[in-house]
């Protein structure tokens, strides 16, 4: 059997110490990398749309942003780029902050479109700016899936992907 001298011992010991050492260090690199339960359990939310009557708006947050959703009357016509159907009704939805300085801009029902009190911006019920207002692009669409009549926020869905294909 062979001899081992004590040089070679301690530079086996070393180099097995750096290994682990190595391996530990990746693993917690790892770990902090890796989003805490709790960002990702709020990275979903689930609305459920089956009590939102035509012509109803619907406010909910997601990732702490206001997401509007809308149920269009049939006289409001569908936008391939901004609705989307679920059985025969159309729904519009978005992330409801203004595209110009972030303000919260206030749904008027009766105007059928949103106005952000601070500069004078305008957004369609589909939440398109409307040309000579400070706004210069539409809302943003959250990513969503439609499952049943419940929309999950969060998570793309064929709808989602079909906006945004055509938008």
């Not at 009704?89 to 409801?96: A, D, E, H, P, R």
């Not at 105007?111 to 019920?125: A, S, Y």
């Not at 939440?127 to 210069?136: E, R, V, Y």
Request: hydrophobic content about 35%.
């Amino acid at each position: 059997m062979a001899e081992i001298k004590r040089r070679d011992f301690l530079g086996m010991t070393l180099g097995g110490v750096t290994a682990v050492g190595a391996i530990t260090s990746l693993v917690a690199m790892k770990k902090t990398w890796d989003p805490l339960p709790s960002v990702v359990s709020a990275g979903f939310t689930t609305v459920d749309i089956s009590g939102i009557k035509e012509g109803e708006f619907f406010q909910s947050e997601w990732r702490g942003k206001p997401i509007y959703i809308i149920r269009k009357t049939s006289d409001e016509g569908f936008d391939p780029k901004r609705d989307f159907k679920i059985n025969d009704s159309v729904f519009t939805l978005g992330i409801q902050i203004c595209t110009h300085l972030g303000c919260i801009p206030i749904f008027h029902p009766d105007l059928k479109e949103f106005l952000c009190p601070c500069h004078g911006g305008k957004f369609t019920i589909d939440g398109i700016n409307i040309k000579g207002t400070p706004p210069p692009r539409p809302f943003d669409i959250p990513p969503f899936k439609v499952d049943g009549t419940k929309i999950v926020f969060g998570e793309v869905g064929v709808e989602y992907q079909t906006m945004i294909g055509k938008a």
